[in-house]
């Protein structure tokens, strides 16, 4: 079926079949300098479903940032029907700075959906919530640990909502974990304005890993297979295992203050008693073990190499997960 209605982004109008990249500019950087956030917008002919790819909602979340670039570069984002917006940026002043926060210092996942006339990350989300989110059915917000946590790769859908645990299911993740949403941020306001938004977390802050991109990447096609959406010149890699279903996790933290040893275990399931790292001192007086107290699978790893006594430094299941098939 053809699509004769434009959407309007921004107040710009892209008609089925355009393609357009809009350069939003929010508020200019001290110097007057402009900051735009360029906003890519492919539109088939035919119609369909419209999908947004976003990231870098904390600007030092690299990692997500580099899964929605090659969505872009590897022509992913070019649809059979329907529309794909793709941010590769949202928070291009944190980007910029290497940083996790805006320039007012707020974190702009804490604010949405944001106010017309408060502050600069509040007035950004509202842009996001008037602009974007009208016009999108579905969407995957990529994220990265942060301050050194690095995250296996995951989904994050809240519990008892059918309709997710389709699209988890189909994204497909090496795990998926039902957590809550958490008040101001743009996963919250998306469920509130009935958007169905995955939340991908995988690898740390300040850092790509070609693994975790690969599994975003990969994600997103079998999503948009899914979906109808995705051009048959694009080839579809199904995992080899479905993905890992978790309910209950617990940080595990540093009994004492030193510097980390980590023994790699990121991804692995571990039984109980396993040495998952040492704790050191800089002068070689004592070796504490950090052991697994239960078996579970460790889905976090803090990979600063200095921690201190009650820093998190694992984040493990609680109890042997299993698929959930509801």
């Not at 969407?139 to 997710?164: C, K, W, Y």
């Not at 469920?191 to 991908?200: D, H, I, S």
């Not at 890993?209 to 959406?229: D, I, Q």
């Amino acid at each position: 079926m053809k699509n004769n209605t434009p959407i309007i982004i921004f107040g710009e109008t892209i008609l089925p079949g355009e393609s357009r990249t809009i350069n939003v500019e929010i508020a200019r950087l001290h110097t007057t300098t402009k900051l735009n956030i360029p906003v890519i917008v492919r539109r088939s002919k035919l119609e369909g479903p419209v999908v947004l790819f976003s990231a870098g909602i904390h600007g030092d979340e690299i990692n997500g940032i580099e899964v929605v670039r090659q969505l872009i570069s590897k022509r992913i984002n070019r649809p059979s029907r329907g529309t794909i917006i793709c941010i590769p940026v949202i928070n291009m002043y944190g980007f910029v700075n290497k940083s996790r926060e805006f320039p007012d210092g707020r974190d702009l996942n804490r604010v949405f959906p944001g106010s017309k006339k408060g502050s600069l990350a509040s007035r950004f989300a509202y842009n996001i919530v008037e602009h974007i989110l009208p016009i999108i059915d579905y969407a995957v917000d990529f994220h990265a640990g942060g301050a050194s946590r690095f995250n296996a790769p995951q989904i994050r859908i809240t519990e008892n909502n059918p309709e997710l645990k389709v699209l988890a299911d189909v994204f497909n993740a090496p795990f998926t974990l039902y957590s809550k949403n958490i008040s101001g941020s743009f996963r919250n306001t998306s469920e509130k304005a009935n958007v169905k938004m995955l939340l991908f977390e995988g690898g740390k802050s300040l850092d790509i890993n070609n693994e975790v991109a690969n599994e975003g990447v990969m994600g997103a096609k079998r999503l948009l297979h899914y979906l109808k959406m995705l051009d048959a010149k694009q080839i579809v890699e199904e995992a080899e295992d479905p993905s890992i279903y978790i309910k209950h996790s617990v940080w595990l933290r540093a009994k004492c203050s030193g510097l980390l040893h980590d023994f790699n275990m990121i991804g692995r399931f571990v039984t109980k008693g396993t040495i998952l790292a040492i704790i050191t001192d800089p002068f070689g007086k004592f070796e504490q073990k950090v052991k697994a107290p239960h078996d579970g699978f460790i889905i976090n790893a803090n990979h600063s190499p200095i921690v201190y006594e009650g820093d998190a430094i694992y984040h493990m299941s609680k109890n042997f997960p299993d698929h959930v098939d509801e």
